[in-house]
């Protein structure tokens, strides 16, 4: 098991979410993301998705969730704070649960049809 870094100061964890994280927020200690979504199936798959990348990373979020969105909260327990591992898991999830296909290449995105909804993006109204 590798040892863990040293915590981050909170006020560079502040200009650090500021700079890297910007939907991310840091609240008594840990680093924080709300992601809504569109309902029930929605809130699984998100759950699921920041689960293996949370096992694959060996390092594991504290996630509460109900009918429309997942709260995702990121802390080092062993280094007693916040540390480089869980900004990097933080990019991890925003890079693949935020990942917007119909911005880029082939892909066109889930339709904006409320029964196909997934994601509510960043932006997005109801």
């Given at each position: 098991m590798k040892q863990s870094a040293p915590p981050?100061?909170?006020?560079?964890?502040?200009?650090?979410?500021?700079?890297?994280?910007?939907?991310?927020?840091?609240?008594?200690?840990?680093i924080r993301r709300r992601i809504r979504t569109s309902g029930w199936k929605s809130t699984l798959m998100v759950i699921n998705t920041v689960g293996h990348l949370a096992e694959a990373a060996w390092h594991h979020p504290d996630l509460a969730a109900s009918y429309a969105f997942v709260v995702i909260?990121?802390?080092?327990?062993?280094?007693?704070?916040?540390?480089?591992?869980?900004?990097?898991?933080?990019?991890?999830?925003?890079?693949?649960?935020?990942?917007?296909?119909?911005?880029?290449g082939l892909f066109e995105g889930t339709p904006t049809d409320p029964r196909f909804r997934y994601i509510k993006y960043e932006g997005e109204t109801d």
């Open positions: 981050i100061e909170p006020a560079a964890v502040l200009v650090r979410l500021a700079a890297e994280l910007p939907h991310w927020t840091y609240e008594n200690g840990w909260k990121l802390q080092t327990h062993s280094a007693g704070g916040i540390t480089d591992l869980d900004f990097a898991l933080a990019r991890k999830i925003e890079e693949v649960v935020c990942w917007q296909p119909a911005q880029e």
